[in-house]
């Protein structure tokens, strides 16, 4: 009983603990330490990625089905219980479908596009504070490498579009790269903001900032917490924002000639980001793990899948916008009122 | 030892993908190869515990450049996927060039004392001291570069609407 509530509540010691006695156990048998960081290294990876698939599994299942609780119908109903077991089902079908290469697309490109959007969504994972001390590497520069590897997944998108040698796929590659490059800008002024309150690149500083819930940035950066969440809606793409694969006009846009597990990946991607987005504003907004009795892992899923409800929820009630309102809303609204909240939280911290 | 196995697999990243930058029939495959020249650079950056400058590297270099010059190449309907040959006529100048650049390069490595400017980054809050070296301690500079950049924005959006008028 001791330990399950030391594993839950103490996380990062226990771990600390068993490295500690595994590495004694290794120096008895003579062994170079080098090996055993590496195999820990490789564990943590391992783990990161066995809860990407998982939480993707339950992402999907749980998007479709707040799709079908907007639209006043079921969802997925019939595999397992309440059809939980729907997205495995589904991943199983696509793995074990032919994977289609149309004749005059780039091989060597076709082939690498969809690794370059899934990557880096995988890369982010380094820094995020799952709970107290249960963050993989936190680094110096925390945020700025959560920004710098996102803006990754662009060359990806492109090169999908690029290599697919379709005009739709083309359109598709490029809205995205632009939506996502303009959209990037009022992203890094509101984190500006934040850097401004908690002094720290850290994503351990920050959450460590915010210790109270009267101290959650949330309440002192409201515009920033709504502009983030508009923004970062933008840069996954995903509905109202949706139009680099605006179904109406582009058919599916870069992922129009992808199939079977080439799609798998774009489509993994896609959610992992939209967990990722909600991640990130919770350990900017919501005062990341930090909460009263359940632990702090909980905690962390909780506030982050609050935000995920709303980012579906808004994307299951608002239609799509047109492509040109869509650079006018970033460069004409979002920037100049998250350049007005940047000067306005650095006076009030210079002179209050 | 560990840092110095990845100095020389970064290093050897560098070389590789900077020739093929160059040598690459298809101008697409060139981005995408410098790309990768520039992701190993920030690569050596983190070996030498600038983590700001990886960071910054990744972002603006493989972030906005790459992207932008792809972006370019997509919109560009004459070398779209098309086999460009990346050389002229013009070898030995650039040859005599380059070469000049790089004996400029080797003489400055070689001619610096470079015991007496080894600083223990580690020992700061880089990140903290970059933004007052930026701000405080070289501020003219830096903000005679953002004016710079400034006059090249209003000069190409000049440029660009010169051209309709004339449509």
Not at chain 1, 98 to 103: T, V
Not at chain 1, 317 to 337: A, G, N
């Amino acid at each position: 009983m001791e330990l399950i509530k030391n594993i839950l509540y103490n996380t990062d010691k226990v771990l600390k603990d068993f490295y500690n006695w595994s590495h004694n156990l290794w120096v008895s048998f003579n062994l170079p330490v080098i090996l055993l960081d590496i195999i820990f290294y490789l564990l943590i990876t391992a783990a990161v990625a066995a809860f990407l698939v998982f939480n993707a599994l339950f992402i999907i299942y749980y998007d479709r089905k707040v799709a079908a609780k907007f639209q006043v119908r079921y969802g997925p109903n019939r595999v397992g219980y309440k059809g939980i077991l729907q997205t495995l089902a589904d991943t199983i079908k696509l793995v074990i479908k032919e994977d289609i290469n149309a004749e005059k697309v780039d091989k060597i490109i076709f082939f690498l596009a969809p690794f370059l959007v899934f990557i880096p969504a995988f890369m982010v994972f380094l820094v995020i504070p799952f709970g107290k001390g249960l963050i993989p590497a936190d680094l110096n520069i925390g945020i700025l490498y959560v920004l710098a590897i996102t803006g990754l997944s662009v060359l990806g998108i492109l090169s999908a579009g690029w290599a697919s040698n379709n005009k739709y796929s083309l359109i598709g590659g490029m809205r995205s790269a632009a939506q996502i490059v303009s959209y990037e800008i009022p992203t890094v002024l509101v984190i500006l903001s934040i850097l401004l309150l908690s002094g720290s690149l850290k994503m351990g500083d920050i959450v460590n900032a915010q210790s109270s819930i009267t101290k959650w940035f949330i309440f002192m950066q409201p515009v920033g917490f709504i502009l983030f969440l508009i923004a970062a809606n933008a840069e996954i793409n995903r509905a109202p924002f949706d139009l680099p694969e605006a179904e109406s006009e582009l058919v599916s846009g870069f992922i129009t000639e992808y199939s079977a597990l080439k799609f798998a990946f774009f489509f993994l991607a896609e959610y992992t980001n939209l967990f990722l987005a909600s991640a990130i504003a919770t350990t900017l907004f919501l005062g990341g793990w930090q909460g009263p009795f359940l632990p702090p892992f909980v905690w962390f899923i909780i506030k982050t899948y609050l935000v995920v409800t709303f980012l579906m929820w808004t994307r299951w009630t608002f239609p799509r916008i047109r492509v040109d309102q869509l650079m006018e809303f970033s460069w004409k609204y979002l920037t100049p009122i998250a350049f007005i909240n940047l000067i306005i939280t650095a006076i009030i911290i210079k002179f209050v | 030892m560990i840092s110095l196995i990845f100095f020389y697999i970064f290093a050897v990243l560098i070389v590789i993908s900077a020739i093929f930058v160059v040598i690459s029939k298809n101008i697409y495959y060139s981005a995408l190869w410098l790309a990768l020249t520039l992701f190993s650079v920030a690569g050596v950056f983190i070996l030498l515990n600038a983590y700001f400058l990886a960071g910054i590297q990744v972002l603006i270099y493989i972030g906005a450049v790459v992207v932008l010059t792809i972006f370019v190449i997509n919109l560009t309907k004459e070398i779209e996927g098309k086999k460009e040959k990346q050389h002229n006529k013009q070898v030995i100048p650039a040859l005599l060039a380059s070469l000049t650049g790089a004996v400029l390069i080797i003489l400055a490595v070689l001619k610096t004392d470079w015991s007496s400017r080894i600083i223990n980054w580690t020992a700061y809050d880089e990140t903290a001291k970059l933004g007052n070296f930026l701000l405080a301690d070289f501020v003219i500079p830096f903000e005679a570069a953002s004016v710079l950049l400034l006059i090249a924005l209003i000069g190409s959006i000049a440029i660009v609407s010169l051209d309709k008028e004339n449509k």
